[in-house]
T-cell receptor, first 113, second 117 residues
Framework: AQSVTQPDIHITVSEGASLELRCNYS??????LFWYVQSPGQGLQLLLK????DTLVQGIKGFEAEFKRSQSSFNLRKPSVHWSDAAEYFC???????????WGAGTKLIIKP | SAVISQKPSRDICQRGTSLTIQCQVD?????MFWYRQQPGQSLTLIAT?????????ESGFVIDKFPISRPNLTFSTLTVSNMSPEDSSIYLC??????????????FGPGTRLTVL
């Protein structure tokens, strides 16, 4: 069955520290891969996406993600977090043949001052 | 990318009543979607709003409870009918950007936060 796993429900990081949010997927073929962020009381904003090519993709707000086919992973990273990064982060995958997205459960990022 | 607005941004409703949520996109888009996000949960797709035809509902969602309209390529409404406290959620509208390289690169509205008493 197709699924997306974000194993960490909450992550707490000190401001200025590095961040890695994990995302693993189970899919029949290489899907399109996305990371979205939802700030408190807001809708979802696309951070970055992977379609093909370079497996390290750069996104907005200083985020990057690396697609590792052998591990079926698409982990999100940021070298130094800011208090404004406190939000919920969702990983999503989609088939190359249709429009639907499969969503992870989300990881809530808490920033310690 | 398309810019999406939703109205209302939030509402508090009494059980048994209905609420219609509006979604407006600033450009023509092929596909529009409605999601529900229950408190502390991820997104669940309710339906795909099809222009000129009935919406396509996901398992567990029915037209009588969540009627959807899509009169043109930039606008859609979702009605939450005969509400109960279990309908308290954030309702999100999204669309597929025709300029995106992936068919499922979705852009989201700010959401409607619904509380049912």
């Amino acid at each position: 069955a197709q699924s997306v796993t974000q194993p960490d429900i909450h992550i707490t990081v000190s401001e200025g520290a590095s961040l890695e949010l994990r995302c693993n997927y189970s899919y029949g073929a290489t899907p399109y891969l996305f990371w979205y962020v939802q700030s408190p009381g807001q809708g979802l904003q696309l951070l970055l996406k992977y379609f093909s090519g370079d497996t390290l993709v750069q996104g907005i707000k200083g985020f990057e993600a690396e697609f590792k086919r052998s591990q079926s992973s698409f982990n999100l990273r940021k070298p130094s977090v800011h208090w404004s990064d406190a939000a919920e982060y969702f990983c999503a995958v989609g088939a190359r043949s249709n429009y639907q997205l499969i969503w992870g459960a989300g990881t809530k990022l808490i920033i310690k001052p | 990318s398309a810019v999406i607005s939703q109205k209302p941004s939030r509402d508090i409703c009494q059980r048994g009543t209905s609420l219609t949520i509006q979604c407006q996109v600033d450009s023509q888009v092929t596909m529009m979607f409605w999601y529900r996000q229950q408190p502390g949960q991820s997104l669940t797709l309710i339906a795909t709003a099809n222009q000129g035809s009935e919406a396509t509902y996901e398992s567990g969602f029915v037209i009588d409870k969540f009627p959807i309209s899509r009169p043109n390529l930039t606008f859609s409404t979702l009605t939450v009918s005969n509400m109960s406290p279990e309908d308290s959620s954030i309702y999100l509208c999204s669309s597929i950007d025709l300029g995106g390289r992936a068919p499922n690169e979705q852009f989201f509205g700010p959401g409607t936060r619904l509380t049912v008493l």
